[in-house]
Every structure is written in structure tokens, then in C-alpha cells.
């Protein structure tokens, strides 16, 4: 049976950032808001946890999952950022963007596409989300929350509950915050490429 934390979408509760934290650290899943959909988190080193939300997802090893960042502070930690690239993130984050880019060795082999070693990276303009990868002191492991067979990620808290209380160890409500993905900008060539429009404008992207 998950837990259950009515988290502050503008204030957040630094008892209950720092509980949801500790069950993440411990192996936990948890659904948790973002500016653009609900998501699965979990440790991005902890296998039976990425596992776990392979299978509620029905995910193959080709999916490329997000790590969702604090700040802008630990990207060179994980992915291979260049100036022009930096500068890119830099100006649109936080939003609902997530950047797809080269990874680094300290991204886990088991998270990336087995034939491009890529990793998604964002950093989201939600106090919930922000504040929780700021109790981590890491990125979260993420994936957006579409239940297979549906095309639109769940928004609403208790039904997430309902759903999947014995497949999560955490449910977060944070209010409504929205049912589109994000918009995906490869940043892998010299020139960013949008490879999904979602929520974010993709037209900023144009002037590059």
C-alpha cells in the first residue's frame, strides 16, 4: 500500500520533501508532479526500482528515460554539455524542455539506449519537483506517468492512487499540473532538433 503526502504546489513542505526523499534513497518508486504531467521517480543508480517502473510503464530497454535535475549545477556530471548547448538549457530552463545529449559514465549503462549512449535531462518549473532533487542532492530517474494503452499521462492524484497503491511506494499530490509531455530538443548536433513537440514553444529554438 502506498503512501500518501498532500505536498504544497507553491510552498512545499520540507518534512514531507524530506520524507519523499528518503524513500526514494531507500529504493522507493514515487509518482510525484512536475510542470507538465505526473512522473515515476526512483534512484537513478538502483536497478530493481528502474525495473519496477519498467514493468508498471510495460517499458522496453530502447526507452530513453529523463533525469530530472535541481539546477543547472550537476549537468556536466552526467551529460556532455558544450557551450552553445549550455547556453541553450541555460535559457530555457526551468521549463518543459527536456534535452536530449551525450552521457557521461556516471549515467548507469542500464538507462540508456542500448545503441546511443543519450540521456534525456530537464529541470522543471515545479517547486515539488525541484525541491525533491534539492533533498536528493541528485538527479531523479524519471519517466512521464502514461499507463500503457493510454496517449495522456494520468493528472488527477487519487486516481493515480487507485491505480497503482500496490505498485508505488509514494503518491504525491501536487495539485493539477498539467497532461502534456514535454518537448523533446536534441542537442546532439550543432544545431538543436526538436524531436517531440509537447508543452514547451519550440519555436525559441529556431533563432539557433
Do not use: W
Not at 534539492?134 to 524519471?142: T, V
Not at 505498485?167 to 550543432?190: F, H, R
Amino acid at each position: 500500500m502506498s503512501q500518501f503526502f498532500q505536498i504544497h504546489p507553491v510552498n512545499p513542505q520540507a518534512r514531507l520533501i524530506e520524507q519523499a526523499a528518503e524513500i526514494i534513497r531507500s529504493g522507493g518508486v514515487v509518482v510525484y508532479p512536475t510542470d507538465s504531467a505526473y512522473a515515476l521517480g526512483c534512484h537513478l543508480g538502483d536497478k530493481k526500482a528502474v525495473d519496477r517502473i519498467k514493468r508498471i510503464r510495460q517499458l522496453d530497454d530502447k526507452h530513453n528515460f529523463t533525469l530530472v535535475c535541481g539546477d543547472l549545477s550537476e549537468l556536466a556530471t552526467y551529460a556532455k554539455v558544450d557551450n552553445q548547448a549550455f547556453r541553450a538549457i541555460k535559457a530555457h530552463t526551468p521549463g518543459q524542455y527536456t534535452f536530449i545529449l551525450n552521457a557521461t559514465s556516471e549515467v548507469p549503462r542500464r538507462l540508456l539506449h542500448p545503441k546511443r549512449r543519450t540521456i534525456g535531462i530537464r529541470i522543471p518549473d515545479n517547486p515539488i519537483a525541484l525541491a525533491l532533487a534539492d533533498a536528493l542532492r541528485e538527479p531523479i530517474m524519471s519517466t512521464t506517468l502514461i499507463l500503457p494503452g493510454d496517449d495522456i499521462p494520468l493528472t488527477d492524484p487519487y486516481e493515480i492512487r487507485d491505480l497503482l497503491q500496490n505498485q508505488v511506494d509514494l503518491v504525491i499530490d501536487g495539485g493539477y499540473c498539467g497532461m502534456e509531455a514535454t518537448t523533446v530538443i536534441s542537442l546532439l548536433n550543432e544545431l538543436p532538433e526538436v524531436t517531440r513537440q509537447g508543452a514547451g514553444d519550440s519555436s525559441v529554438f529556431e533563432a539557433y
